[in-house]
């Protein structure tokens, strides 16, 4: 799996969002506590507010505010709103996906793959995000990551 700019832009603004989710935030509020091209951000948020995940907020006090409470949005749904389905072969569905001789088993493979993302992805809100009070099976794997860091040449 590859985050891209844009999703990673979109998980980031709405940690922003969710500290503050009552109260809308201005772009350019969002852009300088992120670090993130204010320009770039209006085309993330922009997607966002399709997806309703967002909504704009006009007036002098305006801005932007999540759609739902924090603990309601999940990091899978801002990326599958960014970028669509969080693992997909050659856009082929996974659950009839063959393969013979050698790659026989390889769909089950990508199945795993599949699954823990979504373990990961669909367990941590931004709620949990925003409070940096991540579950105990992200820390974890977050821990066996860090365990066990490779280096590559």
């Given at each position: 799996m590859r985050?891209?700019?844009r999703t990673d832009y979109a998980i980031r603004a709405m940690a922003e969002l969710a500290r503050s989710p009552y109260r809308p935030l201005k772009a350019?509020?969002?852009?300088g506590r992120q670090?993130?091209?204010v320009r770039f951000l209006f085309v993330v948020l922009?997607?966002?507010?399709?997806a309703?995940?967002?909504r704009?907020?006009?007036g002098p006090d305006g801005g932007y505010t999540l759609t739902r409470a924090p603990v309601e949005?999940?990091?899978?749904?801002?990326?599958?709103?960014?970028?669509g389905p969080l693992v997909s072969v050659r856009d082929l569905k996974l659950t009839g996906l063959e393969?013979?001789?050698a790659a026989a088993a390889l769909p089950d493979v990508w199945r795993a793959v599949r699954t823990s993302l979504r373990q990961v992805l669909e367990s941590t809100t931004l709620a949990d995000l925003a409070t940096g009070t991540l579950p105990e099976l992200v820390r974890d794997r977050a821990r066996d990551y860090i365990d066990d860091v490779r280096t590559y040449p």
């Open positions: 985050i891209s700019a350019e509020d969002i852009a670090g993130i091209p922009s997607d966002l507010r399709q309703r995940l967002v704009g907020v006009r949005i999940t990091l899978a749904d801002v990326i599958r709103a960014m970028d393969y013979q001789g």
